[in-house]
């Protein structure tokens, strides 16, 4: 059964740096989300992306952060300078041929920020 | 702003019960409400999608229902088993535009041998 993959499953960083995370959404699919979970707090949504471009954010989603689909497959999220309070899992989703079909998430990545 | 409850924070119960799951949201436009297990440490498996005109969904042993116009989902579990412990939310996507989805904290449930 096809899946959302996500990649590295853990990642350090050290305060300021760069991170990008990775995710290979289902191939078919043509609506990406970004979600994050801070550890003990609800799920929150950070961003959608469709058609090459952001269709909605969140006020989390703030000038640090970036999203890209630089292939046909990949579907990247960046943040420029991270935070202590960025530390969370960050999931990634896709969605099928219509944006209120059932989103289907990864298996995260754990960012942590020292 | 949509706001989505689950109440209680955790539950345990011996195996072989049947139990019901609450949810409730406080904007009652919504496109669907979809339920998810989430497993520690690991990412978000989709159980079931209710769509706004549905009233109710089955998956094996598995019933969600939905009363869009109280704000209200429950998830239904029949003849628990130790492998459904785990924690379950449920995510609200509202209409127009937005196709974000809007997450209770969930209910983390423990099912005893």
């Known amino acids: 059964e096809p899946e959302v993959t996500q990649t590295p499953s853990h990642q350090v960083t050290q305060m300021g740096q760069e991170v990008i995370l990775r995710c290979v959404p289902i191939?078919?699919?043509?609506?990406f989300y970004w979600y994050r979970q801070i550890l003990g707090q609800k799920v929150e949504f950070l961003v959608s992306f469709y058609n090459n471009e952001i269709s909605e954010k969140s006020e989390i989603f703030d000038d640090q952060f970036s999203v890209e689909r630089p292939d046909g497959s990949n579907f990247t999220l960046k943040i420029r300078s991270t935070k202590l309070e960025d530390s969370a899992m960050y999931f990634c989703?896709?969605?099928?041929?219509?944006?209120?079909?059932?989103?289907?998430f990864g298996p995260g990545t754990r960012l942590t920020v020292l | 702003k949509q706001e989505v409850t689950q109440i209680p924070a955790a539950l345990s119960v011996p195996e072989g019960e049947n139990l019901v799951l609450n949810c409730s949201f406080t904007d009652s436009a919504i496109y669907n409400l979809q339920w998810f297990r989430q497993d520690p440490g690991k990412g978000l498996t989709s159980l079931l999608l209710?769509?706004?005109?549905?009233r109710e969904q089955t998956s094996g042993r598995l019933n969600a229902s939905l009363d869009k116009s109280s704000g209200r989902s429950t998830l239904y579990i029949a003849a628990s088993q130790p492998g459904d412990s785990a924690t379950y939310l449920c995510a609200v996507r509202g209409t127009g535009a937005n196709s974000k989805l809007t997450f209770g904290k969930g209910i983390t449930l423990s099912v005893r041998p």
């Open positions: 989703a896709s969605s099928g041929q219509v944006k209120t079909d059932t989103q289907y």
């Open positions: 191939s078919n699919h043509l609506y």
């Open positions: 209710i769509q706004s005109s549905q």
